[in-house]
């Protein structure tokens, strides 16, 4: 059974750039997460995915992310523009989706972002 | 709003030694609690949830960790640390969003294992 698996796991990119990461949850995974996790803080939620639908995106989520789940197995998300406090690691979790508030989530190993 | 708080942000042990991690919440309702570790580098890997029922639960890697709602805590225990153990600690509650399952996470707590 493989885990939930994340792409690239180190991004470099300047200011300005476009970048977009790729999350593969475990496969029959319902529900998809992404977080952001900034350096001596706990992860902090950014969106969630039920299936293809985006269900909710936090306030931290702004105008340039976008996250999509098109077919409801793998998941992006792209930061446009940069900026330096876009620097930060991105974590992607998935779970199954058929415990309610019992579900439980299972995360990657994450995307370190550095923006110069 | 939910939040956690981990008033230890390090905490330096013996191999060998016991150790408890502190973990406080605050939440209206009902909490559902979890413990997650971080070692360098990678991901969050689960140790242990608490939902509902025994409020002393027990995970993965000898680690357990008791839910006392009067003090709205949820402390993560070991008996005896091993070298391996160092890495990082989040404890985290569930918020119950559109049918998914938000967290909510401390800052962490940095364990160091001394030899």
């Known amino acids: 059974d493989t885990g939930v698996s994340q792409d690239p796991r180190h991004k470099i990119t300047k200011r300005g750039q476009n970048v977009t990461f790729r999350c593969d949850p475990i496969?029959?995974?319902?529900?998809l997460y992404w977080y952001r996790q900034t350096l001596g803080q706990g992860p902090e939620f950014l969106t969630y995915?039920?299936?293809?639908?985006?269900?909710?995106k936090s306030r931290l989520l702004s105008d340039r992310f976008s996250a999509e789940r098109p077919k409801g197995s793998f998941s992006t998300l792209e930061i446009q523009r940069t900026e330096q406090g876009d620097s930060a690691m991105y974590l992607c979790a998935s779970s199954p989706g058929r415990g309610g508030t019992t579900d439980t989530q299972y995360f990657g190993p994450g995307t370190r972002l550095t923006v110069l | 709003a939910q939040s956690v708080t981990q008033p230890d942000i390090h905490i330096t042990v013996s191999e060998g030694a016991s150790l408890e991690l502190r973990c406080n919440y605050s939440y209206g309702a009902t909490p559902y609690l979890f413990w997650y570790v971080q070692s360098p580098g990678q991901g969050l890997q689960l140790l242990l949830k608490y939902f509902s029922g025994d409020t002393l639960v027990q995970g993965i890697k000898g680690f357990e960790a008791e839910f006392k709602r009067s003090q709205s805590s949820f402390n993560l225990r070991k008996p005896s640390v091993h070298w391996s153990d160092a890495a990082e600690y989040f404890c985290?509650?569930?918020?119950?969003?559109?049918?998914?399952?938000?967290?909510?996470f401390g800052t962490g707590t940095q364990l160091k294992v001394e030899l």
């Open positions: 985290a509650v569930g918020l119950m969003t559109g049918g998914g399952n938000k967290l909510t």
């Open positions: 496969s029959e995974h319902n529900r």
């Open positions: 995915f039920q299936n293809e639908a985006q269900l909710e």
